[in-house]
Nanobody, 125 residues
Framework: QVHLVESGGGSVQAGGSLRLSCTASGYIDSKKYMGWFRQAPGKEREAVAT????????YYADSVKGRFTISQDNAKNTVYLQMNSLKPEDTAMYYC??????????????????WGQGTQVIVSP
């Protein structure tokens, strides 16, 4: 069983920054990718950024490229999402997820097996 705990969400004004953290525990030795996803009210969940935990390769949705950075601390089993230049359209519940497989498409949601409870990000104009 995998347990993911997100933190770092909050309310900021447009142009501000937030840093999300996600710490994994449990059956994680064979994890291959971790990722951040978000879901805004009335919208489908979408990928934000993912990272291959072995190579450190990173992948970003076009909407966040150049503004968000995903990183990891393998010693702490933690993945981070640094979010800069936040926009109102970034408002969403942000979820951390993990997969023990190799996604054909790194930004696809389907391969991710375990999910955290989410942390809310609100960006005001």
């Amino acid at each position: 069983q995998v347990h993911l705990v997100e933190s770092g969400g909050g309310s900021v004004q447009a142009g501000g920054s937030l840093r999300l953290s996600c710490t994994a525990s449990g059956y994680i030795d064979s994890k291959k990718y971790m990722g951040w996803f978000r879901q805004a009210p009335g919208k489908e969940r979408e990928a934000v950024a993912t990272i291959a935990t072995g190579s450190g390769a990173t992948y970003y949705a076009d909407s966040v490229k150049g503004r968000f950075t995903i990183s990891q601390d393998n010693a702490k089993n933690t993945v981070y999402l640094q979010m800069n230049s936040l926009k109102p359209e970034d408002t969403a519940m942000y979820y951390c997820a993990i997969t023990h497989g190799y996604p054909t498409v790194p930004l696809s949601i389907g391969p991710y097996e375990d999910w955290g409870q989410g942390t809310q990000v609100i960006v005001s104009p």
